[in-house]
């Protein structure tokens, strides 16, 4: 069973950067598809990106292609997402995801599909 910890969310002014990290422990994330998903408040939870087991394949919400992209370093054990060109509508708390399949050609990117979850961390982007 694997246990993710996200970090590097904070305040940011819109057009700015950061990157979010998920640390896994517990088993390698080799073994995972791993995604982001976030919550902004008020909403439901919606999928954010996603990466198969060896970062070859991706997917992206429509809201946040081109803008965001996410990678993985299974040697560090480690998926991060980097946002760029960040909007106040990114504001949220962004949360590190995993399921342990392999990808076959498509992504089932709904919340349910994905067993293991960490606590999120809050980016805010402010106007």
């Known amino acids: 069973q694997v246990q993710l910890v996200e970090s590097g969310g904070g305040l940011v002014q819109a057009g700015g950067s950061l990157k979010l990290s998920c640390a896994a422990s517990?088993?390698?994330?080799?073994?995972?598809?791993m995604a982001w998903f976030r919550q902004a408040p008020g909403k439901s939870r919606e999928f954010v990106a996603v990466a198969s087991r060896n970062g070859k394949f991706t997917f992206y919400a429509d809201s946040v292609k081109g803008r965001f992209t996410i990678s993985r370093d299974n040697a560090k054990n480690a998926v991060y997402l980097q946002m760029s060109s960040l909007k106040p509508e990114d504001t949220a708390i962004y949360y590190c995801a995993a399921k342990e399949e392999y990808y076959t050609g498509t992504f089932y990117t709904g919340d349910h599909e994905f067993g293991y979850w960490g606590q999120g961390t809050q980016v805010t982007v402010s106007s």
């Open positions: 517990g088993r390698t994330v080799s073994s995972y598809i």
